[in-house]
């Protein structure tokens, strides 16, 4: 079976470094925060080129405490996509404000920034672009949008570590910005993890009350906030993972540019464009006047893994009940997506084989 995603051979590739780590943290009898974390957030600060990183437990937890941060809370309308995990919205939800979406742009997956503005009222507090699949939202332009209304911006930049906007890091735009460090991220960690970015110092004091209980002093607490901390263990992996990740998202890059070579000429898939500062986190491509979902299921009979992500736009999951319109560039993609395998260590010819199946599936599937 060729999986969605093989991380063996990235484990192979260090793993005397891991080890290494791993005993380090070990031997230093710290296991959440400390020495080991604070290096970490040191680290990634200034790989991303922000001021502050707060390191905890997951990227949704990351958003939860960059949302309460930037002053999100009851009352508040955050807008967003209706194409990301539900993780984005149900951050917006966990903190007391209402989610608004707006659609996708048509030829790309992310939100549409020129639709924004019609989503504007005088409740809005903040936007929350996802950078989905390893995509930059168009970052000039919202904000620019954000600063002329006068709304904050939380980047979910779960996806996109390392990707670029302009040349300027996904996460180091927004006031508060959400990494997530789950283990098939392109910076994957060997459990849960999460990360804020901030470029406010009183936003990074805030973050760190918030992820330790709401107290920057040991038994003094200041308000409600969360067990949220990233542990050493991680950290320590993180830091060796750190050192490679800008190699492991050019190969991510040239696999994707891969198959799109693979794939020109073929009339009903359309490719990604390998836009500038795209991390590809996954690989997707839209199947026109296909049945998609056929077309996944014979992959699979032919051994070869395919993700749909994601099949029900994050508005019309059961836990809104019908509370929003469907809205129809999303609903076209989560019929038309297909994400296919991809990582750092894809060998071309394993690429080839699934290129020359998902083509051969495709003309079946067609002609029935
Ligand atoms: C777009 C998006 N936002 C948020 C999250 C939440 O991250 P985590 O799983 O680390 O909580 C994820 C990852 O699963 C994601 O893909």
């Given at each position: 079976?060729?999986?969605?995603?093989?991380?063996?051979?990235?484990?192979?590739?260090?793993?005397?470094?891991?080890?290494?780590?791993?005993?380090?943290?070990?031997e230093?009898?710290?296991?959440?925060?400390?020495?080991?974390?604070?290096?970490?957030e040191?680290?990634?600060?200034?790989?991303?080129g922000?001021?502050?990183?707060?390191?905890?437990?997951?990227?949704?937890?990351?958003?939860?405490?960059?949302?309460r941060?930037?002053?999100?809370?009851?009352?508040?309308?955050?807008?967003?996509?209706?194409?990301?995990?539900?993780?984005?919205?149900?951050?917006?939800?966990?903190?007391?404000?209402?989610?608004?979406?707006?659609?996708?742009?048509?030829?790309?997956?992310?939100?549409?920034?020129?639709?924004?503005?019609?989503?504007i009222?005088?409740?809005?507090?903040a936007?929350?672009?996802?950078?989905?699949?390893?995509?930059?939202?168009?970052?000039?332009?919202?904000?620019?949008?954000a600063?002329?209304?006068?709304?904050?911006?939380?980047?979910?930049?779960?996806?996109?570590?390392?990707?670029?906007?302009?040349?300027?890091q996904?996460?180091?735009f927004?006031?508060?910005?959400?990494?997530?460090?789950?283990?098939?991220?392109?910076?994957?960690?060997?459990?849960?993890?999460?990360?804020?970015?901030?470029n406010?110092?009183?936003?990074?004091?805030?973050?760190?009350?918030?992820?330790?209980?709401?107290?920057?002093h040991?038994?003094?607490?200041?308000?409600i906030?969360?067990?949220?901390?990233?542990?050493?263990?991680?950290?320590?992996?993180?830091?060796?993972?750190?050192?490679?990740?800008q190699?492991?998202?050019?190969?991510?890059?040239?696999?994707a540019q891969?198959?799109?070579?693979?794939f020109?000429?073929?009339?009903?898939?359309?490719?990604?464009?390998?836009?500038?500062?795209?991390?590809?986190h996954?690989?997707?491509?839209?199947l026109k006047?296909?049945d998609r979902?056929?077309?996944?299921?014979?992959?699979?009979?032919r051994?070869?893994?395919?993700?749909?992500?994601?099949?029900?736009?994050?508005?019309?999951?059961?836990?809104?009940?019908?509370?929003?319109?469907?809205k129809?560039?999303?609903?076209?993609?989560?019929?038309?997506?297909l994400?296919?395998?991809?990582?750092?260590?894809l060998?071309?010819?394993?690429?080839?084989?699934?290129?020359?199946?998902?083509i051969?599936?495709i003309?079946?599937?067609?002609?029935v």
């Open positions: 079976m060729i999986p969605i995603l093989d991380l063996k051979p990235q484990l192979a590739s260090i793993r005397s470094e891991i080890d290494e780590a791993i005993s380090g943290v070990l230093s009898g710290a296991f959440i925060l400390g020495k080991t974390v604070a290096q970490f040191e680290r990634v600060a200034e790989h991303l922000v001021k502050h990183a707060i390191g905890v437990n997951s990227g949704t937890d990351a958003l939860v405490i960059a949302l941060a930037a002053g999100v809370g009851a009352g508040d309308e955050v807008i967003t996509t209706p194409f990301s995990f539900f993780a984005t919205a149900e951050s917006i939800c966990s903190v007391g404000a209402e989610p608004v979406f707006v659609d996708i742009v048509t030829d790309g997956f992310n939100i549409d920034v020129a639709a924004i503005e019609g989503a009222t005088s409740k809005t507090k936007i929350i672009p996802v950078h989905l699949y390893g995509e930059p939202v168009n970052m000039t332009e919202l904000m620019a949008l600063a002329k209304h006068n709304i904050e911006v939380v980047e979910d930049c779960a996806q996109s570590f390392g990707a670029t906007y302009n040349g300027k996904t996460g180091s927004g006031i508060a910005n959400a990494f997530s460090f789950f283990p098939t991220k392109n910076l994957g960690a060997y459990g849960d993890g999460g990360l804020i970015t901030t406010s110092d009183d936003v990074a004091v805030l973050c760190r009350k918030l992820r330790a209980h709401g107290g920057q040991k038994y003094y607490n200041e308000m906030g969360y067990n949220s901390r990233l542990d050493a263990m991680q950290a320590a992996v993180l830091n060796v993972k750190l050192n490679y990740i190699k492991w998202n050019m190969q991510r890059r040239h696999v891969r198959y799109n070579d693979m020109a000429g073929t009339d009903c898939i359309v490719t990604p464009s390998i836009a500038e500062g795209h991390v590809f996954q690989y997707t491509i839209r006047d296909t979902d056929a077309v996944a299921a014979k992959m699979k009979q051994g070869i893994a395919t993700m749909v992500y994601y099949p029900v736009p994050q508005d019309q999951l059961p836990v809104f009940e019908g509370k929003y319109d469907m129809p560039r999303t609903a076209q993609a989560a019929k038309e997506v994400s296919l395998p991809i990582w750092p260590e060998a071309a010819e394993k690429q080839q084989e699934i290129a020359d199946t998902l051969e599936i003309e079946d599937v067609r002609n």
